[in-house]
């Protein structure tokens, strides 16, 4: 059924990330206490974006745009502007 086939999908999709969040963690690169879930949500803020993508949204914050790197930034422990290359603020003083 099309339906268990995402599903396994689905799930290889958040092993890989997770595997890799895992070995970053271990290196010393990332920081989070449960990679599984940081994978997960890395991969629903990509998903959602997609599917917000397919619309016309030329008026788009840029808070929007950027907001694959700053969650991907914030549950892997890094500073903000790391995975960007540029040091942004990271909110209100």
Do not use: Y
Not at 38 to 46: E, F, K, S, T, Y
């Amino acid at each position: 059924m099309l339906r268990d086939r995402v599903a396994e999908q689905e799930r290889a999709s958040d092993d890989r990330l997770e595997g890799l969040i895992r070995e970053g963690v271990e290196r010393g690169e990332f920081r989070t206490d449960d990679p599984r879930t940081a994978a997960i949500q890395i991969l629903v803020v990509l998903d959602g974006l997609g599917a917000h993508a397919n619309t016309d949204r030329s008026d788009r914050p840029e808070a929007v745009t950027r907001m694959a790197v700053t969650t991907a930034e914030r549950v892997l422990g890094l500073a903000a502007g790391t995975l960007s290359g540029t040091s942004l603020p990271t909110g209100p003083d």
